[in-house]
T-cell receptor, first 113, second 112 residues
Framework: DTGVSQNPRHKITKRGQNVTFRCDPI?????LYWYRQTLGQGPEFLTY????????KSRLLSDRFSAERPKGSFSTLEIQRTEQGDSAMYLC???????????FGPGTRLLVL | EDQVTQSPEALRLQEGESSSLNCSYT??????LFWYRQDPGKGPEFLFT???AGEEKEKERLKATLTKKESFLHITAPKPEDSATYLC?????????????FGAGTRLAVHP
């Protein structure tokens, strides 16, 4: 059983550029979450999908952020017009309808120069 | 507002020196409390889920307990490989769909 995978693992970009991250959840999990973590802090919730439906978005998710899960399998998180404050670790997690536990991927570390 | 506070922020132990990490929470209806371990540059690794006061879970040198206001992660005779950041998170019954609210973590360093 493979865990949650995320690509790329690292991304360096210049301010103003767009970036896209991908998350592949555990195969039988229908729930998918995105979190953001900055140095020395715990992860902060960004958004939640159940199958292909985006059911919750945090106030942290500005208009420059968009997430999709088109077929209820993998998900993408896009950041448009990146800012230096977007530099963080972006974490994806998934869970099954059978249990509450969320399993995290290795994260994508974004650095905006 | 739902909130999680972890203490201490950092803890240094000698190998074999047992100790406890604290997670205090305020939440409007607890659905679950979760402990994760996070190594530098990696995603959180699931350890335990606790659902009700009085519940306890054990795994190797770790034991998690839960009261109505806080949870403890007890580490017995730690080894250097237990060095990591330990994260506590809660899931609220009124806080929306399933999202986790995390504390800032406790950075544990175990020295030989």
């Amino acid at each position: 059983d493979t865990g949650v995978s995320q690509n790329p693992r690292h991304k360096i970009t210049k301010r103003g550029q767009n970036v896209t991250f991908r998350c592949d959840p555990i195969s039988e999990h229908n729930r998918l979450y995105w979190y953001r973590q900055t140095l020395g802090q715990g992860p902060e919730f960004l958004t939640y999908f159940q199958n292909e439906a985006q059911l919750e978005k945090s106030r942290l998710l500005s208009d420059r952020f968009s997430a999709e899960r088109p077929k209820g399998s993998f998900s993408t998180l896009e950041i448009q017009r990146t800012e230096q404050g977007d530099s963080a670790m972006y974490l994806c997690a998934s869970s099954s309808w059978r249990e509450e536990t969320q399993y995290f991927g290795p994260g994508t570390r974004l650095l905006v120069l | 507002e739902d909130q999680v506070t972890q203490s201490p922020e950092a803890l240094r132990l000698q190998e074999g020196e047992s100790s406890s990490l604290n997670c205090s929470y305020t939440v409007s209806g607890l659905r679950g409390l979760f402990w994760y371990r996070q190594d530098p540059g990696k995603g959180p690794e699931f350890l335990f889920t606790l659902y009700s006061a009085g519940e306890e879970k054990e795994k190797e040198r770790l034991k998690a307990t839960l009261t109505k206001k806080e949870s403890f992660l007890h580490i017995t005779a730690p080894k250097p490989e237990d060095s990591a950041t330990y994260l506590c998170a809660v899931q609220s019954s009124s806080g929306g769909y399933n999202k986790l609210i995390f504390g800032a973590g406790t950075r544990l360093a175990v020295h030989p």
